[in-house]
């Protein structure tokens, strides 16, 4: 089996045009490992790789949903592509509107090999000192609260602005769970321990959105109506340079998933803070000023950061 996480595989059902019974695997490392599962009868394969087995169900009416994780794209004549469901939506980006289904057949293994280079290949941020400015005066703006009755208050958004030692021009965005007690000419633990932390790397400036808009200091009281519409934050989206994930690495899972179907398509922005110990995307108030920010770049990273569901083997 292939070293690395599979993220796209084709299956020519029994009949189909070219090669009856041929599967290909595609990794995230480029390795490619094919079989027919015909002819070559790889029970171990199927038993290791769970979800080809339900896969070909799926395709032969048995069950009537794509495994949970996956997207499913006929290519015609009998030919079948899934990918993970975050890789599906780059790649549908990246291929266009236009091309038939039939074509895809031929270019999808360079096109998903495109987009994984594309993502490992985005810069890289290194710190420019190493220790913070615990006197870096932080006063966030456009951090309007709205009264909603019984539901209590919300905020869209908060934005900070401050003299970096460089002044850096990118422009970051950063996703977390819910607002705290940071308003306008207000900072809080969260808000201000993130400034300082970009600060590090000579960045001036960030604005704040988050997973729900319902403002609580207690993740128990969010409000679930108040989930964030990120369609409506394109226009964030869109001028942003790096969207940074710093919602934490437990909880809300569902709610993370829906999110990644806007999210994906910026997933040449994405990046995350890992900790010390290695584990991401770390949330401010939780981190220390030692981690580090890193790119969102492969199927285990898009796991992690709950904008999917990791990608085991044995799915």
Known sequence: MPKGTIIAFSIAENGAMGNPGNITLLTDQNELYEFNYIYDQKESIFKEFQVLKKCIDYINKVCMEVPDGWKHIDMEAGNHLFLLEWLDILF?????SDILPSDIYAVWIDTVNSIMKHLSSRKEYTKEKSD?????????????????????CIRENLSVKWNSIS?????????GINPSTAENGKSDTTVTKLCRFLDQY???NVTMINLFESVSSDQNRIDQKTQTDFSKKRG??????IIL???????????????????????????????QNGKYPAH???????STIVKINSAADFAACGLCP??????
């Open 202 to 204: 000579g960045f001036n």
């Open 167 to 175: 002044n850096r021009t990118e422009k970051i965005v950063a996703i």
């Open 284 to 290: 401010p108030s939780r981190m220390s000023y030692a």
């Open 132 to 152: 913070y400015r615990s006197d870096l005066n932080i006063i966030p703006y456009d951090a309007e609260r709205k009264n909603m009755g019984n539901s209590g």
């Open 245 to 275: 994930i710093v919602w934490g690495i437990d909880g809300h899972k569902e709610k993370k998933r829906e999110a990644a179907s806007i999210l994906a398509e910026y997933a040449e922005k994405l990046y995350c803070i890992r900790n």
């Open 236 to 241: 964030l989206l869109d001028d942003a340079d």
């Open 310 to 315: 990791f990608p085991k083997i044995n799915h």
């Open 92 to 96: 549908c980006k990246t291929k266009g």
